[in-house]
């Protein structure tokens, strides 16, 4: 008797293996049923989360430090399904003027800057006295000389934002440094958020408890383009470059790029924190020592330094409003793009944190469950197939 040729139709295809696309591709399954094919062109799942142990047997973070930080209830909770928790605050130290102070900048750091002795009140005033009037906020520039003067912005500011972005703050959007406060009480810490901590066994091992389902294959190494027309599905996710996708249709989106230069040091501890900023020296922004990060003991210590870069893997959404008139151009392109959904850092053009970007592809899904839904009624049970999709008729070969 012949064997009947058995092909799986599967009912989404994810392009890109990071939160965007895992969040979804986990949602799709365990909520749905859906059948879920998740790809990724490099070699790992994670995206820019992905950490692993180096040859020296150190936990890394192989595309920079990525510190988990949320005010949201419900993204904590959700990633708590896939990881428990190792309880961390994150702390930086700037150098400046040949001393290390705390930024963001707080009372300390004007006390220890200027051998002054300082209180809170007098810090105030004291940023009062030297902020420049600014009258509409705009610019990366206008954030911080409107809150703490010329000279502290050109010491820790003006130089980092120039060499992390390659333009002067004044052409960035005031998003960008206004992601870092200025104090005036001795709190040191990086961020303040309600949920602050790290996955106890790192990121990688929670995307793989994330993606552990029957309904979710996964396949790296591939770019879509190399596969979109073997496999069939209904409907897409893209976490990718929107302007990729769209084969530069209305130009370039501009995103900025860095290399990570990892060393591992023969000696416990390196750094007195876990990240020292170098506003003003070195080709580098950023050194950051991972054992701070995981808590992990280990004779040896390896660092990461970062050096951005105009060309490369695209890391930054770059927020100004030239390019926001060119991606509201391939939003417009993507709103009308059926059977495609755009999630992510890259795909939503979105200089989004981790959280973000959890949060932003919980919504998408609920937005296409109540799609789902509502086709499954209309199609009395039968969900039409989406036209960019490949049919089961126009395929040669067995997908399983
Ligand atoms: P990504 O993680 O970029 O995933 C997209 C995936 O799509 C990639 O793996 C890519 O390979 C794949 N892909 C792209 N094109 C294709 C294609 N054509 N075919 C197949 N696959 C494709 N956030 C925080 O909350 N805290 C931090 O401390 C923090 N630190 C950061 C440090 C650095 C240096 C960087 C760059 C980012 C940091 N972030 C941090 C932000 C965080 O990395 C992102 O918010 C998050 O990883 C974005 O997830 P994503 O799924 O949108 O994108
Ligand atoms: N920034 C700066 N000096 C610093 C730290 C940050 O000028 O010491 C500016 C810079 O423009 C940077 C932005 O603030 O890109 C946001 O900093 P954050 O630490 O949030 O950057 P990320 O971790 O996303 O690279």
Known sequence: MKAEKKYT????????????????????????????????????????????????????????????????????????????????????????????????????????????????????NFFKSVAEEVPTVQTSEDVVVSKVGRELYEKFFRNYTRKQWGMDPSELDKSVTSRVPVR????????????????????????????????????????YHEIMDMVPFREMIFTGPVDEFFDYKYGKLPYRSLEFRHETLEKEVHLPTAVVNFPNEHAYTRVTEFKYLTGQQHHKTSVVYEYPQAEG???????????????????????????????????????????????????????????????TILNGGKVKLNPNGVTLENIGSEIG
Do not use: C
């Not at 993606?211 to 979710?216: A, E, F, Q, S």
């Not at 959890?358 to 799609?371: G, P, S």
């Open 313 to 375: 893997d695209p890391y930054y959404p770059v927020p100004k409003p030239e390019n926001a008139l060119i991606y509201n151009k391939y939003k417009k392109l993507a709103e009308e793009t059926p059977g495609v959904h755009f999630a992510g850092r890259l795909a939503t053009y979105k200089y989004y944190n981790m959280d973000q970007v959890v949060a932003q592809a919980l919504t998408l899904f609920k937005k296409i469950a109540a799609q789902e839904e509502t086709a």
């Open 9 to 124: 139709m599967f009912d989404y295809l994810i392009v890109g293996a990071g939160f965007a696309g895992s969040v979804i591709a986990e949602r799709l399954a365990t909520q749905l049923n859906k059948k879920v094919l998740i790809i990724d062109k490099r070699p790992h799942i994670a995206g820019n989360a992905f950490d692993h142990y180096n040859e020296e047997g150190i936990l890394v973070h192989k595309y920079g430090p990525h510190i988990f930080h949320t005010n949201s209830r419900d993204v904590f909770d959700y990633l708590s399904h896939f990881t428990a928790w190792r309880p961390y605050e994150h702390r930086v130290l700037a150098s400046v003027d040949g001393q290390l102070v705390p930024m963001p900048i707080n009372l300390d750091t004007i006390n220890k800057l200027y051998g002054l002795n300082l209180t809170s009140f007098d810090v105030d």
């Open 184 to 223: 005036t009480n001795r709190d040191d810490r990086y961020f303040t958020d309600t949920y602050q901590a790290m996955p106890l066994h790192g990121y990688t091992s929670m995307f793989e408890k994330m993606l552990d389902h029957p309904n979710i294959k996964i396949m790296l190494n591939t770019d």
